[in-house]
């Protein structure tokens, strides 16, 4: 997976030249009149990237794009242009992040370390309107906006140094993936759930999206008595370290996309930020929080889970082992702004519940549904 940043100046001729152009851009924004904060730069801030579609709720403009084409979906954006768009799947989580800015402003008025929000979506630009229109009328702080006209933005990405996409479609959501980009398909609750607004809290599972997929492909194929031996052994190396050694000596072309799942970098910036509140005494108040919530067993498979953070030099604030049980009852009870899982009856069960999901489409877990191997139709010749 790519580091915090994927995107870094190869000379320093080219970094004093972007120091200037920014200060200058700094400098002409200082001088006007506004309380709208100003978006920090892109290579010290932690870039979230959301699609229209996970920002807002627009399942009534998708069934008229699919349906009856994309001229009468744009003349209909246009024609609504004055009435803002409802609230999508990942609004309350843009929402929570606008606050953890606003006490990081609080306590650094001058750092650029903050989340910058990008509306990534392959709209037209005459959709723009109404996008922007929404975004002032819930007065949401997005400056970013890239709007590819029908084209797939999976490529803009990396250009703006992006550390987590979220987004509806699938596909696109494992082509960013693919290219070492943190990822997810986000999903609506069935039912509404009251969330924090003072503290953004964030859940992930463990295997195949914080680590690699080295200990599910063991209990897929060999079962739970194999993988607890395994786990055993190598409890006191880390998770993407094995895995690493193995893809390597197997598959060399698959080096660099196993050392670690796909959401690793995301919790490593979560707890930049997080330091930060702790280096002024906040820690008890601090506006972030962290879950792990994994089907392993503590006593059986955890060790090696908590050693592999710790290698990281990374923390988690509570870590949930379930054994095996339903995961949906108990983050009813943490009510994250967003949880990632791989697999789907997780997502599954936990938005029925209301919580507000992200689907990691990464590892063996896709070839799977509740245990049982896939069986992929046969194809005629």
Excluded at 215 to 240: C, M, R, W, Y
Excluded at 252 to 266: A, N
Excluded at 302 to 315: D, I, N
């Amino acid at each position: 997976m790519s580091d915090i940043k994927p995107m870094e100046s190869n000379s320093v001729g080219e970094d004093s030249e972007e120091e200037k152009d920014w200060a200058a851009a700094k400098a002409f924004f200082d001088n006007l009149k506004t309380s709208k904060p100003r978006p920090p730069k892109s290579r010290f801030a932690v870039t979230i990237a959301v699609s229209s579609r996970t920002l807002f709720n627009m399942v009534e403009e998708r069934k008229i794009y699919e349906e009856d084409g994309v001229e009468t979906y744009v003349k209909h954006q246009v024609e609504h242009e004055s009435e803002p768009l409802k609230p999508g799947a990942a609004f309350p989580f843009v929402k929570a992040l606008m606050n953890v800015n606003s006490r990081l402003r609080e306590l650094y008025p001058d750092s650029e370390e903050l989340f910058d929000i990008v509306l990534m979506t392959n709209n037209h630009a005459e959709v723009g309107v109404r996008l922007i229109n929404s975004i002032n009328h819930y007065d949401l702080t997005i400056e970013r906006f890239c709007m590819t006209g029908g084209k797939s933005p999976v490529d803009y990405l990396k250009a703006y140094m992006t550390n987590l996409y979220l987004s509806k479609d699938a596909e696109k959501v494992t082509e960013a993936i693919e290219q070492g980009i943190a990822a997810a398909t986000m999903f609506m609750p069935d039912t509404q759930t009251v969330l924090s607004d003072t503290q953004l809290r964030v859940a992930f599972d463990g295997d195949a999206v914080l680590f690699s997929d080295e200990s599910e492909i063991i209990v897929k194929q060999h079962g739970l008595d194999t993988f607890f031996e395994h786990e055993k052994e190598f409890e006191n190396k880390p998770l993407a370290q094995v895995r690493c050694n193995l893809i390597y000596c197997m598959y060399i072309y698959l080096f660099v996309f196993v050392l670690q799942g796909p959401l690793k970098c995301f919790l490593e910036a979560l707890g930049k930020l997080q330091k930060k509140f702790y280096a002024k005494n906040e820690r008890l108040n601090c506006p972030i929080r962290t879950y792990l919530v994994t089907a392993r067993s503590a006593a059986s498979s955890g060790a090696r889970v908590l050693k592999t953070l710790r290698s990281w030099g990374l923390v988690i604030d509570e870590a949930l082992f379930l054994a095996g049980a339903p995961k949906g009852p108990l983050l009813q009870k943490i009510h994250p702004h967003i949880y990632f899982d791989d697999q789907m009856f997780h997502i599954e069960g936990a938005k029925e519940l209301g919580t507000i999901s992200a689907h990691v489409p990464y590892g063996i877990g896709q070839k799977y549904h509740r245990g049982k191997l896939i069986e992929k139709p046969e194809t005629k010749e």
